[in-house]
């Protein structure tokens, strides 16, 4: 669990690991629903401004181990969820190094970025999962 405030909003980050369970919450408290936008990952929205609140990925450390719409660069340490098909996108901060990309044409969310991904979840223990480096550029 990981919680930082910034000039945006406040982030949380939670891992558990006993439910294979990562979840994102913006904002602080909020009256929010959850819509499942793709299989196992639902999206928080708030109930009045329908801004989005967070999210709720199942089956992580699975999907990460399996490359399946989540992917971690070591290097960068930066993980990515995406969704859908990929298309061109504008960035959106919703606080302390959290992204989300937006479709310029469609409007509808892309993908997360988490910067400093394992700086905030020290506890998911990553040396038992195959991630890939990307290849050095020469």
């Keep these: 669990h990981e919680k930082t405030k910034t000039m945006k909003q406040t982030t ?5 690991e006993a439910g294979d369970l990562l979840e994102l919450f913006v904002g602080g408290s909020r009256d929010a629903y959850y819509d ?3 299989n196992g990952l ?5 109930r009045k401004t329908e801004e989005i609140t967070g ?3 199942f089956a992580f450390k699975k999907r990460l181990e399996k490359n399946r719409n989540v992917a971690y660069e070591r290097t960068r340490d930066i993980l990515e969820i995406v969704i859908g098909k990929s298309a ?6 919703l606080g302390d190094r959290i992204f ?4 310029k044409k469609t409007e509808k969310l892309k ?5 400093a991904f394992k700086k905030r979840l020290i506890k998911l223990d990553f040396h038992d999962i195959p991630l890939e480096e990307p290849p050095l550029s020469l």
Aim: charged letters at 40%.
């Design 111 to 115: 993908k997360f970025t988490i910067m």
């Design 100 to 103: 989300m990309h937006i479709d």
């Design 36 to 38: 499942e936008i793709e």
């Design 42 to 46: 639902f999206i928080g929205r708030d």
């Design 88 to 93: 061109e996108s504008y960035e959106k901060e």
């Design 12 to 16: 949380e980050l939670f891992y558990d």
């Design 55 to 57: 999210f709720k990925l």
